[in-house]
């Protein structure tokens, strides 16, 4: 990760195939990695601290060694003295007696405190930065957590609540493809449990859901229940004149939601175009849909060349993925606030594409997985207004989800769903 910006989702498991770690050793493995990576900013400030020196000019092979090592001693139960003895024998492998004499020397004075002293220690004052010490003390850098409490508004209170779900391992959301099984078939036969929010979603404690028959055998795939809500909600909302089953996805890779939409659009006899302009993408897009009435077409949205006249699109626009941060330990490290500005762009520039797309009495839905204001209701309003339509109460097209904000827009959130941070805004062109 360090070295070529890999994603920890996508090496770890293939390391961990390769040399043949399973187990218990594969889920601590799992666990350094992933917490690690989403610790990093806290861990670092500790390192730095320790070692009287910035973590930029700490040897890249011993940095790692000691992040690795910081994170045993102050988010888990590993013992000191193994924790330190590792973390010794690794610097002794890799850069000989100098490294171990250093790490220990570090690993040491990391110990002396616990994470809450180290907390004190470092963190902005609480009374007068309290979203910078809540930053700090749950591993967020401060734009992040001050992107989610003006987002939460007057519920600003929330944030710790906020946080402390962002920085938890998320529990593993199947769903279940209608049409193929429902979701209390799929819960008995996987032993998961069935959710009140999406009808499609089942819940898992653990495990490994590719091993799982239904998912191999293309009944059910794994989806974020945030996301099964999102594409529920855009064949949920109310036309003016019939449905005439064309149905867009305009932001198709990597094809989870088109295969949700596809199953749906089976049903009744309907089909489903999604659009992806990354060929490698496509191509997760046409494993996702194999079987179903989804036909992909690698185009740029924005200028697609499909004919107009759908019934139903919807925009799960490019985003700075703020509310799946828990899915992705490492990507709150690697955005920065100049990353929103381009997206915000982007996303307006599809939300025309989509604006031309649909028919007069048609349904267009936005959706990001990030609740940041310029990306959500900015995007959603400005819309509306440039293109005119419509902003319908979105909170009407997803029942059984409460408290999702005052409307017309409506947004999960991870502390209140147990879903990613999803937006959600649906617009109807006037006849």
Same mark, same amino acid.
Request: with cysteine; hydrophobic share 40%; glycine share 10%.
């Given at each position: 990760?360090?070295?070529?910006?890999?994603?920890?989702?996508?090496?770890?498991?293939?390391?961990?195939?390769?040399?043949?770690?399973?187990?218990?050793?594969?889920?601590?493995?799992?666990?350094?990695?992933?917490?690690?990576?989403?610790?990093?900013?806290?861990?670092?400030?500790?390192?730095?601290?320790?070692?009287?020196?910035?973590?930029?000019?700490?040897?890249?092979?011993?940095?790692?060694?000691?992040?690795?090592?910081?994170?045993?001693?102050?988010?888990?139960?590993?013992?000191?003295?193994?924790?330190v003895a590792t973390s010794v024998d690794m610097a002794r492998t890799e850069r000989g007696k100098g490294g171990a004499g250093f790490v220990n020397a570090v690993l040491r004075?990391?110990?002396?405190?616990?994470?809450?002293?180290?907390?004190?220690?470092?963190?902005?004052?609480?009374?007068?930065?309290?979203?910078?010490?809540? =930053?700090?003390?749950?591993?967020?850098?401060?734009?992040?957590?001050?992107?989610?409490?003006?987002?939460?508004?007057?519920?600003?209170?929330?944030?710790?609540?906020?946080?402390?779900?962002?920085?938890? +391992?998320?529990?593993?959301?199947?769903?279940?493809?209608?049409?193929?099984?429902?979701?209390?078939?799929?819960?008995?036969?996987?032993?998961?449990?069935?959710?009140?929010?999406?009808?499609?979603?089942?819940?898992?404690?653990?495990?490994?859901?590719?091993?799982? $028959?239904? &998912? +191999?055998?293309?009944? =059910?795939?794994?989806?974020? $229940?945030?996301?099964?809500?999102?594409? +529920?909600?855009?064949?949920?909302?109310?036309?003016?004149?019939?449905?005439?089953?064309?149905?867009?996805?305009?932001?198709?890779?990597?094809?989870?939601?088109?295969?949700?939409?596809?199953?749906?659009?089976?049903?009744?006899?309907?089909?489903?175009?999604?659009?992806?302009?990354?060929?490698?993408?496509?191509?997760?897009?046409?494993?996702?849909?194999?079987?179903?009435?989804?036909?992909?077409?690698?185009?740029?949205?924005?200028?697609?060349?499909? $004919?107009?006249?759908?019934?139903?699109?919807?925009?799960?626009?490019?985003?700075?993925?703020?509310?799946?941060?828990?899915?992705?330990?490492?990507?709150?490290?690697?955005?920065?606030?100049?990353?929103?500005?381009?997206?915000?762009?982007?996303?307006?520039?599809?939300?025309?594409?989509?604006? $031309?797309?649909?028919?007069?009495?048609?349904?267009?839905?936005?959706?990001?997985?990030?609740?940041?204001?310029?990306?959500?209701?900015?995007?959603?309003?400005?819309?509306?207004?440039?293109?005119?339509?419509?902003?319908?109460?979105?909170?009407?097209?997803?029942?059984? &989800?409460?408290?999702?904000?005052?409307?017309?827009?409506?947004?999960?959130?991870?502390?209140?769903?147990?879903?990613?941070?999803?937006?959600? =805004?649906?617009?109807?062109?006037?006849?």
């Amino acid at each position: 990760m360090r070295e070529r910006d890999a994603y920890a989702n996508l090496a770890l498991p293939k390391l961990l195939r390769e040399r043949r770690i399973s187990g218990r050793d594969a889920a601590f493995a799992t666990e350094l990695t992933y917490g690690s990576a989403r610790a990093l900013g806290f861990l670092d400030a500790v390192i730095a601290d320790a070692a009287g020196r910035p973590v930029a000019d700490i040897d890249g092979p011993l940095l790692d060694i000691l992040r690795l090592g910081t994170y045993q001693l102050l988010r888990t139960r590993t013992p000191t003295h193994a924790a330190v003895a590792t973390s010794v024998d690794m610097a002794r492998t890799e850069r000989g007696k100098g490294g171990a004499g250093f790490v220990n020397a570090v690993l040491r004075k990391v110990s002396r405190s616990s994470a809450d002293e180290w907390i004190d220690a470092l963190a902005p004052d609480a009374a007068k930065d309290p979203v910078g010490h809540l =930053a700090f003390r749950y591993a967020h850098p401060r734009w992040i957590a001050q992107a989610f409490a003006d987002a939460l508004g007057s519920r600003a209170d929330e944030l710790e609540a906020l946080l402390t779900a962002d920085d938890t +391992r998320p529990a593993v959301h199947l769903v279940a493809l209608p049409g193929r099984i429902t979701a209390e078939e799929l819960a008995l036969v996987v032993g998961g449990t069935e959710s009140e929010q999406s009808p499609y979603a089942v819940h898992l404690d653990g495990g490994d859901p590719g091993s799982l $028959e239904p &998912v +191999r055998d293309g009944l =059910a795939r794994v989806q974020d $229940e945030g996301s099964q809500i999102v594409a +529920r909600a855009l064949t949920l909302a109310p036309l003016e004149g019939e449905d005439g089953g064309r149905w867009l996805d305009l932001c198709a890779g990597p094809g989870g939601k088109s295969a949700l939409l596809g199953a749906l659009a089976d049903i009744d006899g309907f089909r489903v175009d999604a659009v992806e302009p990354a060929e490698h993408r496509a191509e997760l897009v046409r494993k996702a849909v194999s079987d179903l009435p989804v036909d992909v077409h690698v185009v740029d949205g924005r200028d697609s060349g499909l $004919e107009p006249g759908y019934d139903r699109i919807l925009v799960d626009a490019p985003c700075t993925g703020l509310g799946a941060l828990r899915r992705r330990p490492e990507a709150r490290w690697r955005r920065e606030p100049s990353d929103v500005g381009p997206l915000v762009t982007l996303q307006r520039e599809l939300l025309a594409a989509a604006a $031309e797309l649909v028919r007069p009495g048609g349904v267009v839905l936005y959706s990001t997985c990030s609740p940041h204001l310029s990306e959500t209701v900015s995007v959603a309003s400005d819309a509306a207004r440039r293109h005119g339509l419509v902003e319908l109460d979105t909170r009407e097209l997803i029942p059984g &989800v409460g408290e999702t904000g005052d409307g017309p827009s409506a947004q999960l959130w991870p502390h209140r769903h147990g879903t990613d941070g999803m937006f959600l =805004a649906a617009l109807r062109k006037p006849l």
